[in-house]
């Protein structure tokens, strides 16, 4: 099982995006889900993270930015991205926390132009 971003593109520093994740309720129901981001040359990196009662965590990077919600009805999770920056350019992904191999899919690629 495969767990599909969606939503990147291509937008202008200061700019916004919504990236979206379905998954299986068998994956969503009990596990914390986060969005992951590899940037070219870079490790993959966990920039947030939702746990199944609603807290969030997020790397200093993007906190006061970016938010991480979830719709339990829709197992469906979601980055609001704003104020992006050209550092954000990566490809994005969603995973549990920690990640499993499976479930890791093709990531949907940010790009943020200065």
């Known amino acids: 099982v495969q767990l599909q971003a969606s939503g990147g593109g291509l937008v202008q520093s200061g700019g916004s995006l919504r990236l979206s994740c379905a998954a299986s309720?068998?994956?969503?129901?009990?596990?914390?889900m986060g969005w992951y981001r590899q940037a070219p040359g870079k490790q993959r990196e966990l920039v947030a993270r939702i746990f199944s009662g609603g807290g969030t965590n997020y790397a200093d990077s993007v906190k006061g930015r970016f938010t991480i919600s979830r719709d339990n009805a829709k197992n469906t999770v979601y980055l609001q991205m704003n104020s992006l920056k050209p550092e954000d350019t990566a490809v994005y992904y969603c995973?549990?926390?920690?990640?499993?191999?499976?479930?890791w899919g093709q990531g949907t690629l940010v790009t943020v132009s200065s």
């Open positions: 995973n549990t926390v920690p990640e499993r191999i499976a479930y």
């Open positions: 309720g068998r994956i969503f129901s009990y596990n914390i």
